[in-house]
């Protein structure tokens, strides 16, 4: 452990030099629902990862490419499979940035940038402790491969499809990823797996055109009605869900998983704060289970008539209704889609239901050996026992490692948990850059000598 001491230090005394390499990339757009700046973007990754000594070429998708690289140490050894993005959200609004959003700046030891946190500056990390590591100990002990691609932001429409034709290339023993934020404790964070998705839309329809509420009242339906009733039969006031047989096929947390939830930090009054809830109520392992082992039925948006200051009497033609539903271990979103058209047409046959996108949950066990290294990889890292979380409450597209792959996949955000990822003034801390760097010295070490 003497010469990753060693190690460290070096990490320490090339932040200038890192800081380059991200910069460079956080200056290239990336931005995939817009197709802004991909191609280039890609193209520069590629000759970074030259650079550095790994074979790296671009694997064309029915999207934006995807960024491959290798350094195959000996085909007999541990390979580790690093997952990460190049592509970004878009900046907008541009108003609320305090600088540039593609020209990164440094203030009170962050970097802000599109892309800093989310995740160009977690997926730098991970170059920048392959370069390190290779000049300090000649070579790597492990296998690596790289999969960087450039449609995250845009829901991964092409890396099912990628990962299917390429199993062979990408065959690993683990899949590891640097995403999302750390724990707002600031303690090291491992996530085990990813809530599932299900975005659906209901629209309702009633004339052809609105109508004079007074002159057609009673007479007309009000498609807005016809929303609020069905989606009153679908959820009850406790916020079970009624639909038949939502909750077929969730597989129960172990009690190794319980053990793990119970002992994540839990200040009530910190995260009522950051969510702007001033009225939660509930104890930790309340809290995380709902977080993460428990499916949502959630409505993101209502739309239908008039929404403007004073009022407009009027009967609304049509209504909208938009809903996003998580999923756990191990429900199918396809098999929920079809049960809620079932359920919806029984209750009104006239609505239309459509899905929007989605996305299958992914949950690597608890008791594999790999959980257990890299756990002990980020306590030497970080001086710190890192907390481990059986599910993130957000979703990745982890379930192609898990389900397409065959792979266990752990995740390690190595961005701050203030990064606004998504939102003006996007940051990475400079201090959590650096310890990221530090954290994939440790794991790459670790799957050597421990596995």
């Known amino acids: 452990m003497d010469e990753l001491n060693t190690l460290e230090k070096i990490v320490e005394t ?37 650079e550095i000594g790994i074979h790296t070429r671009l694997i064309e998708t029915d999207g934006h490419p995807v960024v491959y690289g290798e350094i195959i140490t000996d085909p007999n050894a541990f390979t580790l499979l690093i997952y990460g993005h190049y592509d970004v959200q878009p900046p907008e609004p541009l108003h609320k940035w305090e600088s540039p959003p593609f020209e990164p700046t440094i203030r009170d030891g962050k970097i802000f940038a599109r892309g800093a946190g989310d995740n160009k500056g977690q997926l730098i990390a991970q170059l920048m402790a ?36 390429h199993q062979d290339l990408l065959k690993a023993d683990l899949v590891y990823t640097s995403d999302g934020s750390s724990h707002s404790s600031s303690s090291p964070l491992m996530l085990l797996g990813v809530r599932g998705a299900l975005a659906i839309e209901m629209k309702a329809y009633g004339a052809d055109w609105d109508n004079h509420s007074g002159n057609a009242g009673n007479i007309v339906p009000n498609p807005s009605w016809k ?21 077929d096929n969730i597989i129960a947390p172990s009690q190794q998983e319980k053990e ?25 392992v309340t809290y995380y289970h709902k977080l993460t082992m428990e499916p949502t039925f959630n409505i993101g948006g209502i739309t239908s008539g008039y929404g403007g200051d004073g009022i407009k009497t009027i009967i609304p033609s049509h209504a909208t209704v938009k809903m996003d539903i998580r999923l756990v271990v191990d429900q199918d979103p396809g098999d929920i889609y079809e049960k809620i058209i079932h359920h919806v047409h029984k209750v009104d046959p006239s609505i239309e239901v459509n899905m929007l996108g989605s996305m299958l949950p992914s949950r690597t ?36 490692w898990t389900k397409i792959l065959k792979t266990p ?40 000598y421990e596995m």
């Open 365 to 400: 066990p608890a008791n594999l050996k790999p959980v257990k290294v890299i756990a002990k990889a980020m306590e030497r890292a970080y001086k710190k026992e890192p907390l481990i979380q059986p599910s993130l409450g957000g979703s990745l597209p982890d379930y192609v």
């Open 130 to 165: 392959i370069k390190t590591y290779k000049e300090h100990f000649s070579k790597l002990p492990i296998n690596l491969k790289l999969v960087f691609e450039g449609e995250e932001e845009k829901g991964s429409p092409n890396l099912a499809s990628f990962v299917e034709a």
């Open 14 to 50: 090339k932040e200038k030099e890192y800081l380059q390499s991200l910069f460079t990339l956080l200056r290239q757009e990336s931005i995939s629902t817009q197709n802004v700046g991909i191609a280039e973007c890609a193209e520069l990754l590629q000759n970074m990862m030259h």
């Open 227 to 247: 929303l609020i009733d069905v989606l009153k039969t679908m959820r009850n006031s406790d916020g079970k869900v009624l639909i038949k047989g939502f909750y």
């Open 409 to 448: 996949s752990i995740i390690v955000p190595y961005a701050n948990f203030d990064q606004r990822n998504h939102s003006p003034n996007e940051n990475i801390r400079i201090d959590y850059f650096l310890n990221g760097i530090k954290c994939t010295c440790h794991v790459i070490h670790a799957l050597c």
């Open 260 to 284: 793990l939830l119970q002992k994540l930090p839990f200040d009530k009054d910190d995260i009522a704060s950051k969510l702007g809830y001033t009225d939660l109520n509930m104890d930790g």
